[in-house]
């Protein structure tokens, strides 16, 4: 018997033109990776017994791999809605944003709104899904804002909101 997982929850198509621009280029150096794998396996296979023969396994495993990936890529994205444009009031937080953020103890931190086939927690990306996100949007400088964490309510005052780079301190 096994354990029900209720369906995720949508994510949203938002994309930045970098992110997709990434994104469409993964899937070129994909194709030519699996003609790669495509050739080591067929070199695999035909050194014999297939049940016993380790390298044959894993190109195998390799191949479903990245084939999975490709379907993924493949589908997702002719959906996804391009964010071209910054908003019309630049001072608010909207996606694309990059938000400069001090906590209660006076530490800076710096986020950037993205979608969620963009997320990059070392750099900052944050899903425009997550609860941070949630509530930074329409926000301003000098906000403070409030996110539910699994340690508690964390409170963030607004900075600095901009739609260039902002440096990281």
Known sequence: MGRYRPPQPPSSLYITVEGFETLQAELKQIWRHRAEVTKALSAAAAEGDRSENAEYIYRKKELREIDRRIRYLQKRLPDFNIVRE??????????????????NAGNEKVYRIVGPDEIDTPIGYISIDSPMAKALLKKQVDDEVGVDTPLGRRFHLILEVRYSEIKPI
């Open 86 to 103: 910054q908003p019309d009031d630049p001072s608010r937080i909207f996606f694309g944003a990059w938000v400069r953020l001090e906590d």
